[in-house]
């Protein structure tokens, strides 16, 4: 499907937020995705795959969560300048301003009110948390999202802490060579969302390791890459319709 993409403005309280917008280039209404970057930013990689999301068929943004920071993209090899920008988000602000995303979706005639979130790595926490905080959220993704369960640090409170206002099904995935996620937590995360009674399947690839999604990452696996892909779109398509 053919797509087209620009770079949008997206009025989050008195700011202005950048983001990659990706749509088909024709028809519609299409459901929409927020797609939330990992830790190392808005980058080429995370644009390529909001496209590719586009391509079969949704409407897809990637808000720039880092925008209110300088130097708000580094590289896979800098990972004390990826802590760093991540250090700087706080999770009431992330949630106001992925609910800023998804009004802005709202405003747009090729879209239907059918919303789904995807992210990696920090983004894949971000996803599952908007997903418990904004009942707008009609499906998640969440990639590999460390912090799910126990947070990793004293004073915020880990995402499955909101789970009772999770509207959502949740698709999640992780891999099983992931250091930064240990397996005991991903079957924490499995069991809260089974005691909670919400309609959840975790997948986990045990050879996978951390960023196994990311072309642009020594971790890339194609072939678990290609699994999640479909996996992926099957799901959107069957909650998002």
């Not at 998640?140 to 912090?147: C, I, N, S």
């Not at 409170?157 to 891999?175: C, D, Q, S, T, Y």
């Not at 975790?202 to 971790?219: E, K, Q, T, W």
Request: hydrophobic share 40%.
């Amino acid at each position: 499907m053919e797509v087209v993409s620009s770079e949008v403005s997206v009025q989050t309280g008195a700011e202005k937020m950048p983001a990659h917008l990706a749509k088909p280039a024709s028809g519609g209404p299409y459901p929409a995705l927020v797609v939330v970057m990992e830790a190392f930013g808005l980058n080429d990689q995370i644009r390529r795959i909001t496209n590719k999301f586009a391509s079969e068929g949704f409407v897809a943004i990637a808000p720039n969560l880092y925008f209110r920071q300088a130097n708000n993209v580094v590289g896979y090899n800098d990972l004390p300048g990826a802590f760093r920008l991540m250090g700087s988000l706080k999770d009431d602000q992330v949630v106001a301003d992925m609910t800023a995303a998804i009004n802005y979706l709202k405003t747009l005639k090729e879209v239907k009110p059918a919303f789904g979130t995807v992210g990696f790595c920090m983004g894949g926490r971000v996803s599952f948390l908007t997903a418990c905080r904004n009942s707008d959220v009609k499906a998640t993704a969440p990639y590999y999202g460390g912090g799910m369960v126990k947070s990793r640090q004293p004073e915020v409170k880990a995402p499955i802490e909101f789970v009772e206002g999770l509207r959502a099904p949740v698709l999640a995935f992780f891999g099983g060579k992931d250091a930064f996620i240990p397996l005991a937590e991903v079957d924490e995360f499995r069991d809260a969302l089974r005691t909670a009674g919400k309609t959840a399947e975790v997948v986990l690839y045990p050879d996978a390791d951390h960023g196994f999604m990311c072309d642009d990452r020594p971790s890339f696996h194609p072939t678990h890459s290609k699994d999640a892909w479909t996996k992926t779109i099957a799901f959107f398509k069957n909650n998002l319709g």
